[in-house]
């Protein structure tokens, strides 16, 4: 079966906007698990609360690196992972609380406990994964540690279209907790179709930046110059310096840095992203890569009035192979102005 | 009086003038300023994971040892 992807985010623009929304977190350059950023606690003493739509479905699964508690502190009663329908606010089918010790987590469906776990290492990076099916009587909620399962439930875990998850910790009803949490690596798939309850992958997400002009330069930098140079930046420096387009089919490409894969390491796919927005109602823009000479770019992409995360996912390179190191590479990335003007 | 009545229409003049530029600067505005696609950032995640062992348990032909062994069979990654 095929798992679509909905969403995935390593932090690596250095821009908590690549979620739909962050609260009492913010980009952090300590203790990542990969690359230069993640999320970190903002405030050692509030909540955190990071918020993820997706497409309407009955299926999901995925997973994020988390690190939190100091050894002996409590989150106690703090949600850690929480599953809606209706969004946040609506109905909460499944969710993962922390308990009294920062070693221990619980499974809840429906605000029923289901299952218990009590071997996380405080302040150390592990990886949750999850496996949701929603269906009045054979649904699932599965709950990985480091590609183990560890809590389960079978049953009913509702009977209508989950759309939101959120990742705490955070609790109205509970007090503050000093502790420290990061997160990094995240991602989300609809996985409808799926018999039954599988480990989710555990993936990392490593981030190249532009370090060249490549193949095309049909846009136009503002200010004038190099045009790799005006989107090369983390953060995101907005209107400082940018790429603009007032056509369409305009292309710009750009060499990209790389690094060595470890050995056992395979890509299972690129994803070009960008932070982009429209003047009007109706530009567009489509992501690709180019390799040895050939271009491979998706869909049209719609776009917000502000400067939005927006992502391509390319499980294959422009040549129909998998990716490898040579192609990594190599790899140039196509940004392609679409839509009317 | 008569040069009172003059300057009235005059005045209705320019007024009617005026309406006509602003209207004009309106629409200028919207043409060079709203339609457009602007780029800021641009980067390239890496999606990795590590492959995973698959073993199976396989006869061995008597006389070469063991009768039965785990041998690493294929290696993955789960998509």
Redesign the interface.
Same mark, same amino acid.
């Given at each position: 079966m095929a798992y679509t992807r909905r969403h995935q985010s390593g932090l690596e623009s250095g821009d908590v906007d690549e979620f739909d929304s962050v609260t009492d977190a913010s980009i952090g350059t300590s203790n990542t698990y990969t690359g230069t950023y993640c999320l970190s606690k903002t405030v050692l003493s509030q909540n955190v609360d990071i918020r993820q739509g997706f497409a309407d479905t009955r299926q999901i699964r995925g997973g994020f690196f988390m690190r939190y508690g100091i050894g002996g502190s409590v989150f106690n009663g703090k949600f850690l992972f929480r599953v809606y329908s209706g969004g946040v606010g609506g109905t909460r089918h499944v969710d993962v609380r922390a308990t009294a010790n920062s070693t221990d987590m619980n499974l809840y469906v429906f605000g029923t406990k289901r299952g218990e776990y009590y071997y996380i290492t405080p302040d150390t990076y592990f990886h949750f994964g999850f496996d949701v099916k929603i269906n009045g009587t054979v649904g699932w909620a599965y709950i990985y540690i480091n590609g183990s399962l560890v809590m389960s439930f079978d049953g009913n875990t509702g009977s209508i279209d989950i759309n939101t998850i959120q990742i705490g910790p955070n609790s109205s009803a509970s007090a503050d907790s000093i502790d420290p949490f990061y997160m990094d690596d995240f991602y989300i798939d609809d996985s409808t179709g799926e018999s039954s309850p599988t480990a989710p992958p555990i993936k990392r997400f490593y981030s190249l930046t532009p370090n060249g002009d490549g193949n095309y330069s049909q846009w136009t930098p503002i200010p004038t110059g190099s045009h790799y140079q005006k989107v090369d930046e983390r953060p995101p420096n907005d209107n400082t310096d940018y790429l603009e387009a007032v056509t369409g089919s305009l292309y710009d490409s750009f060499d990209m840095t790389t690094f060595t894969l470890d050995t056992n390491e395979n890509i299972i796919a690129m994803i070009p992203y960008v932070f982009a927005k429209r003047g009007s109602t109706s530009e567009q823009i489509a992501l690709g890569t180019r390799s040895s000479g050939t271009d491979s770019v998706g869909d049209d992409k719609d776009l917000s009035v502000a400067y939005d995360y927006v992502w391509d996912r390319h499980v294959t390179g422009s040549l129909g192979f998998e990716w490898n190191q040579s192609y990594l590479d190599s790899v140039e990335i196509i940004i392609k102005s679409a839509g009317t003007y | 009086m008569s040069g009172s009545v003059s300057d009235t229409q005059v005045g209705a003049y320019v007024e009617t003038e005026q309406s006509i530029i602003k209207n004009t600067l309106v629409g200028a505005y919207a043409e060079t &300023?709203?339609? *457009?696609?602007? +780029?800021?950032? +641009?980067?390239?995640? +890496? &999606? +990795? *994971? &590590? &492959?995973e062992m698959i073993y199976e348990t396989v006869i061995v032909p008597e006389g070469v040892g063991a009768l039965y062994q785990n041998v690493p069979l294929i290696t993955i990654?789960?998509?």
């Open positions: - | &300023e709203v339609i *457009q696609l602007d +780029v800021t950032l +641009v980067g390239m995640y +890496v &999606e +990795v *994971q &590590e &492959e990654t789960k998509r």
